[in-house]
């Protein structure tokens, strides 16, 4: 008998330890992904939308859920001194993203203009 519940036990813990992290999601996940020198206080996507706030250097914000995404979006970087803008080209944008997680990877070039990588995770 002990066997019988132990493997019970044992089977419905497999299955809920095998979910997967996207498992559950309902639209688009974004992270920010700092890969500059610089700390971020804020990186705002689009105006008046989700705010990512804290993300420190060569750091990881967390997911946060959009109803609709893109590619490639507006985005604006608070840091302590200065402000910076991104402003995707309509050819990147693309059609919004099906359900998922994707990083937005964020640095600078030489002369301070925001280098965009997207990626899917």
Same mark, same amino acid.
């Given at each position: 008998?002990?066997? =019988?519940?132990?493997? =019970?036990?044992?089977?419905?813990? @497999?299955? /809920? %330890?095998c979910a997967d992290r996207d498992d559950e999601l309902? &639209? %688009?996940? =974004?992270r920010i992904n700092n890969k500059s020198s610089i700390n971020f206080n804020t990186v705002q996507v689009r105006v008046d939308t989700l +705010? /990512?706030?804290n993300i420190?250097? $060569? &750091?990881f914000s967390n997911y946060l859920a959009f109803e609709t995404a893109f590619a490639a979006d507006t +985005?604006? =970087?608070q840091t $302590?001194?200065? #402000?910076y803008r991104f402003i995707p080209a309509d050819s990147i944008i693309g059609d919004p993203?099906? @359900? &998922? +997680? !994707?990083? !937005? #990877?964020l640095s600078f070039d030489e002369e301070g203009e925001i280098l965009f990588n997207f990626r899917v995770d």
């Open positions: 008998m002990k066997k =019988i519940l132990l493997s =019970i036990g044992l089977t419905v813990l @497999i299955v /809920f %330890a309902l &639209g %688009a996940n =974004i +705010l /990512f706030e420190p250097s $060569d &750091g +985005l604006t =970087i $302590d001194s200065t #402000e993203l099906p @359900i &998922g +997680l !994707y990083t !937005y #990877e």
